[in-house]
Nanobody, 122 residues
Framework: QVQLVESGGGLVQAGGSLSLSCVVS????????MGWFRQAPGKDREFVGA???????AYADSVKGRFTISKDSAKNIVYLQMNDLKPEDTAAYYC????????????????WGQGTQVTVSS
């Protein structure tokens, strides 16, 4: 059974930084494309970024240059470093794991964490 557990959310002022972590257990971490998604109240879930099984990176235009994804394959952890946060970044953030190639699409992800809330005040 594959489990993903996010941590690191919280309340931060605009311009501040937060680092999210996602620990993966019960699966073969090296096989997964790992994605980060977010969902704000009343909005659809949206792609934030991903790191593929072979460490290729992809980001949404809205976070490019501000957010950085990395992973520690020895610890089965993926990170989302968020800098220069804006109020519009406020959302529940989810990590997800996929063995399918369409890593920008949430429907391709087989496993999801429970989410962690990020709130950015202006």
């Amino acid at each position: 059974q594959v489990q993903l557990v996010e941590s690191g959310g919280g309340l931060v002022q605009a311009g501040g930084s937060l680092s999210l972590s996602c620990v993966v257990s019960g699966g073969t971490f090296s096989r997964y494309n790992m994605g980060w998604f977010r969902q704000a109240p009343g909005k659809d879930r949206e792609f934030v970024g991903a790191i593929t099984w072979n460490s290729r990176l992809a980001y949404a235009d809205s976070v490019k240059g501000r957010f950085t994804i990395s992973k520690d394959s020895a610890k089965n952890i993926v990170y989302l470093q968020m800098n220069d946060l804006k109020p519009e970044d406020t959302a529940a953030y989810y990590c997800a794991a996929s063995t399918f190639p369409a890593y920008r699409d949430d429907y391709s992800y087989e496993y999801w964490g429970q989410g962690t809330q990020v709130t950015v005040s202006s």
